[in-house]
Each structure stands twice: as structure tokens, then as C-alpha cells.
């Protein structure tokens, strides 16, 4: 029986993606009031103060679409491996609950990432050929992702919190444009066992 160190896929070797949305094109990304409209934010209504609420029912039901689809994000990375979503940068024309956010940028680190695939076939059967290029399909998808949830939905009108069934859908863009907004860069790619000049582990 062989002894010794055997390495395998469950041992923690860390990998850090750095994820850039950009949402800036509103055919993309409407703003107008619909199912379809919010982008993704990680913020909800509650990230705001009392000055910069919602000051709409529909103002307030787009945000909560926003958040919805962030969360659709986080879901789907968890799925592929332990992830922590880190380094949660939003432009700055996020700067009240009516506006949309036309930029989102974090860190997805995955704490075993040898558990990401790198071969496969995208949602525009294109060919996937790395792990960057794999977590950026599985964030398209969960972008246009269908989903309906009971979440709280500030009403700016009535000057309150309501819990509603809201809905979110994909918008007019196609598998390919939502893919051309999702970048993924690996940040860390570091070995864990180097060798100096005569060949030795340092």
C-alpha cells in the first residue's frame, strides 16, 4: 500500500476571480419599469438612507429585481465550489434606490477550486476552455435566469416596506450580448510548490 502525502481536489487550494459587469447598454439593461428592468446590485433598499429610498413603488420593485439577480449570482458560484464574494466595488451612478448601477465589479474566491470545471459548452454553444471562462457562463446564465421570490420591496409612495411576489426575467438581450457583458480574469493563480534554480522545492 503507498504511503506518504496524496493529493486530491477536497484539499483547500484557493483561486481568486475577479467578475466586471458592465450595464451600460439599456437594451441590455432596462431601466424602464418591467420585469426586466433592475440590473444586478447587490444592494437592497435597506442599503440606503432614509433621504435616498426608493421613491417609487417601481423604483422599489427594480431594485429588489437587482438583488434578486446578484443573489442568482452568488447562488450559482456557491454551487461549483466553497466561494466567497469579496472586493464589491458599484460605480457611482448607484447613488440613490431609483438609480441602476452600469457597473459591478467583485472577487469570487473559491476555496477549492480544482472543483471548477474548464471544459464545456456555453449558453451561446460557444466552447468553454477555462475556469474564467466557465464561472463567466455559469453568471450569464443566473443573469438570465427567470425567477419569482416574496422579498421586501420598499414603496416610496406609501412611505414603507411591503412583502411582495416579485418577478425577474431576462431582457432583450441575447445569450451572446449577455455574455459580452460578464468578464472574468483570474487574479491569483500562484503555485503552491515552487523550485529554485537547481530544482529543489522552496
Request: proline share 3%.
Amino acid at each position: 500500500m503507498p504511503s506518504g502525502f496524496q493529493q486530491n481536489i477536497n484539499q483547500l487550494a484557493p483561486g481568486m476571480y475577479r467578475v466586471v459587469l458592465t450595464m451600460t447598454n439599456t437594451t441590455y439593461y432596462p431601466t424602464t419599469d418591467s420585469n426586466d428592468n433592475g440590473g444586478v446590485t447587490p444592494n437592497s433598499s435597506d442599503s440606503f438612507s432614509t433621504a435616498n429610498l426608493p421613491t417609487t413603488l417601481a423604483k422599489g420593485q427594480a431594485r429588489a429585481r437587482g438583488n434578486m439577480r446578484f443573489r442568482n449570482i452568488v447562488n450559482a458560484l456557491s454551487g461549483l465550489a466553497d466561494c466567497q464574494i469579496m472586493d464589491i466595488e458599484l460605480d457611482s451612478d448607484e447613488t440613490n434606490g431609483d438609480a441602476q448601477a452600469t457597473t459591478l465589479a467583485f472577487t469570487a474566491r473559491f476555496e477549492r477550486d480544482d472543483f471548477i470545471p474548464a471544459t464545456g459548452t456555453d449558453i451561446a454553444s460557444g466552447s468553454i476552455t477555462s475556469k474564467a471562462l466557465y464561472i463567466k457562463n455559469e453568471i450569464a446564465k443566473a443573469i438570465r435566469l427567470s425567477t419569482t421570490a416574496n422579498v421586501r420591496v420598499y414603496d416610496g409612495s406609501a412611505g414603507m416596506d411591503k412583502q411582495l411576489p416579485i418577478t425577474v426575467t431576462h431582457t432583450g438581450a441575447t445569450a451572446t450580448q449577455t455574455l459580452g457583458t460578464v468578464a472574468v480574469t483570474l487574479i491569483d493563480g500562484t503555485e503552491l510548490i515552487t523550485a529554485d534554480a537547481s530544482g529543489d522545492a522552496e
